[in-house]
């Protein structure tokens, strides 16, 4: 009878904590700017794209409850590791994703690396994430400075723009933008005649544009994002920078977001690469009208990446049949990146997402037929042009 009895409580107390742990949620933290520069370019417009994912995986995984938990970071890595560190050791957050700006996302990712927990950055350009910085923990999602380099610095050198000067964001961003662009243009003949650094978040960027303009060189470079880049092509306007066709603005990392904030009148014409634009196909059109009804705006390829980056965690939970960060990141590597942002998407060994890029031009207002009809494809960059293969990375802990 006693031993019927011990039984019985230890079956119930197993069930107990069966219980718990399947009421216990999988959290997913969004981590970016939602307050400054790259408000637009992510912020809370990624956030809800984080929970279509999660209503279309169906809202558990593993019969446990998924959690999306957000925090504005500010654009400042201080800020966003005391942000990660108490999702991480006291909120019960397992993984981090979006982390809008480089120096975030690199500091983000070394904390991961050092609680072991996964990272997957959407928002963030540098190629450092899966080259010296990277992380057997860390993805990078939906573009690099390498794919924008190759994407619209290659078309441009094509195109006679042989000489270059940049007008540079004065951060890690800014630094890898510039760096990848510059090696892709001298590898195809062209050459850079010089540089200029700006602050994040800068109000005024006349002397910048000056000096870029005083250069002659073909093509300025805009190795910045969001509204810095929004403020720049502005100003550049009103110094009749490219008046005569003498010189091109090359706004290197330029999305619908901007495209939007900027208005077609004063972005007609410009050239970008981006990884994914809403009026592609009818999947895409489907989602891009979901996001729509939801936010009132359509999404740009960051907002749609955290979407593909927050359905492939769930998916490599489901497969390895737990939340553990060593289980989960070995399925993230093996599983095909399949859904409306991609199809065969494959992430690498490095944690780098190889996919397919576009280049687009952004229409004239008499080309746009109906709101947020703002580009035309020019070309489709596949992935393997695009991004860089594992030993080019650099990454010494892949594997």
Known sequence: MKTCTLALAAALLASTGMTAFAQTPVKIGILNDQSGVYADFGGKWSLDAAKMAVEDFGGKVLDRPIEIVTADHQNKPDIATAIARKWYDTEGVDAIMELTTSSVALAVQDLSKERKKINIVTGAATTALTGKSCSPYGFHWAYDTH????GTGGALVENGGNSWFFLTVDYAFGHALEADTAKYVTSKGGKVIGSVRHPLNSSDFSSFVLQAQSSGAKVIGLANAGQDTINSIKQAAEFGVTQGGKQRI???LFTLADV???????????????AWYWDQ?????????RFMARMGRMPNMVQAGTYSAVL????????AGTSDTEAVAKKMKELPVDDVFTKGGKVLANGSMVHDMFLFQVKTPEESKSPWDYYKQLSKIPGAQAFE???????????
Do not use: I, M
């Open 147 to 150: 794919a924008l380099a190759v």
């Open 281 to 289: 196909n009818d999947e895409t059109r489907a989602f891009g009208k």
């Open 389 to 399: 293969t594992v030993e080019e990375s650099g990454c010494k802990v892949a594997g």
């Open 250 to 252: 090359a706004a290197l």
């Open 312 to 319: 492939s965690y769930l998916k490599a939970v489901k497969a």
């Open 260 to 274: 939007h904030g900027l208005g077609l009148k004063s972005a007609q014409g410009a050239v970008l690469t981006e």
